[in-house]
């Protein structure tokens, strides 16, 4: 006997329920899909709770706190069950606003240049209202930094082609350079990374408490996850709001998943980094960008474009329209 299945897609990790808490419901777009499994293949599915199983739960998180930035402070003013960044650490990291409201995340990879998920677009959206990039601001409530205008957006060619947010990217080409002290994060370009359990980093503003809605975090958040195989990840079904779901199908090789138990990205995350932190003066790398979820730091993983699967059409399109690529793009070719 077949039962009814409802798949929820939403525009960021984090969309609790359909509605206009979606910062693409705000943007008008909001989006369902109904699907129907059976029982013999439901039977097949791993329940959520499986992850956590074959996930490492030594607390990636626990790091040294001697650092002011580093203390330890309520949950519900963090990124979900994460903690405020350390100021200037993660410099790269972008606010995009509309009319001076934060909606998503991006990542700075020129210094006229951003990259962001596809869905966090006026292109996808189909809104008209200007995007701002707030370049090197921890504290979204001061006046630090700079905020520039866009020029142009570039969405990933093959987004959307085979499933829901596939090739979830996007570039945003400011009409200036930014003249902020800004650092740049290492874009993944090899298939071997992230590896299966490997401890990554995901970076906010988004929302902070799961029985809140729309109230994201001025101050930069972080949260420790732990990468989920793709194969693990289309597995997984469940029970949620009521409903019986199923990632089946729905996990392309464009993205990577990731999850910790009480930990998640949120609303307002979206376009934001998943990195591997850089240790003995290496740089961060860039692994990925929040995509899509259902809920917060429940049962079901967070799903983010995998930066690798992007990494040539990033490159070339920074090498032929940035004023001044990274030296590590090494555009001679283009």
């Not at 693990?232 to 998943?257: L, P, Q, T």
């Amino acid at each position: 006997m077949k039962r009814s299945n409802l798949l929820l897609v939403p525009c960021t990790v984090g969309v609790a329920l359909l509605s206009s808490s979606c910062e693409a419901a705000i943007r008008g777009q909001v989006q369902s899909q109904p699907i129907e499994i059976d029982e013999e293949e439901r039977s097949r599915h791993v329940h959520p709770q499986e992850f956590f199983r074959d996930v490492d739960l030594v607390d990636s998180q626990q790091e040294n706190t001697s650092s002011p930035h580093r203390e330890l402070i309520p949950k519900s003013t963090r990124i979900i069950g994460g903690r405020v960044a350390a100021d200037n650490r993660y410099r790269y990291t972008v606010s995009l606003q509309a009319n001076g409201v934060h909606f998503c995340g991006g990542v700075l990879v020129a210094i006229d240049t951003v990259l962001t998920a596809a869905h966090c677009t006026n292109q996808v959206s189909e809104s008209s209202t200007p995007i701002t990039v707030v370049v090197g601001r921890h504290d979204l409530s001061s006046s630090e930094g700079e905020e520039l205008a866009v020029e142009e957006e570039l969405v990933h060619p093959k987004h959307l082609q085979t499933v829901e947010y596939d090739n979830d990217f996007a570039l945003l080409f400011l009409k200036r350079p930014t003249t902020s002290k800004v650092d740049f994060v290492t874009l993944n370009h090899g298939s071997s990374r992230p590896t299966r359990n490997q401890s990554v980093k995901v970076l906010g503003w988004g929302d902070t408490d799961v029985t809140k809605r729309s109230e994201g975090s001025d101050l930069l958040n972080e949260a420790s996850l732990r990468i989920i195989p793709n194969q693990r990840c289309n597995d997984v079904e469940g029970y949620w709001s009521g409903m019986f779901v199923s990632f089946n199908g729905y996990i392309a090789d464009s993205m990577v998943c990731a999850a910790f138990q009480d930990r998640d990205a949120c609303q307002g995350d979206s376009g934001g980094p998943l990195i591997v932190k850089g240790s003995n003066g290496d740089e961060d790398l860039l692994v990925g960008l929040v995509s899509w979820g259902l809920g917060c730091a429940n049962d079901f993983p967070g799903v983010y474009s995998r930066v690798s699967s992007g990494y040539n059409w990033i490159r070339r399109e920074v090498c032929k329209r940035s004023i001044l690529p990274p030296e590590k793009f090494d555009c001679e070719p283009f």
